[in-house]
């Protein structure tokens, strides 16, 4: 079994590293995404969202980012953000 909310906040935390501003906020039925303000790189990420579906559209944007590759992540982590 998963640990899902371990593995949203160590994907939370790896966005943060990253350089990203990751804020759960209540989005009604707008979905988590990212948004970009200028250089400013943002998450939201839909409180309202079961927290396997936040940490889906987390990892989307976090496998599109090919800088995750140049930090210490764990063996679940790795292996979701590359679709294995």
């Known amino acids: 079994m998963v640990d899902t909310l371990g593995l949203l906040a ?11 501003d990751v804020r759960e906020e ?5 979905a988590s995404g990212e948004v970009r303000i200028g250089a400013s790189r943002h998450i939201l990420l839909n409180v309202s969202d079961l927290p396997a579906d936040q940490l889906e559209q987390l990892t989307k ?18 292996r979701t953000l590359r679709g294995d």
């Open 10 to 20: 160590e994907a939370i935390q790896l966005a943060c590293e990253l350089g990203y």
């Open 26 to 30: 209540p989005l009604g039925d707008t």
């Open 61 to 78: 944007i976090l496998a599109a980012d090919d800088r995750w590759k140049t930090v210490p992540v764990s063996h679940l982590l790795k």
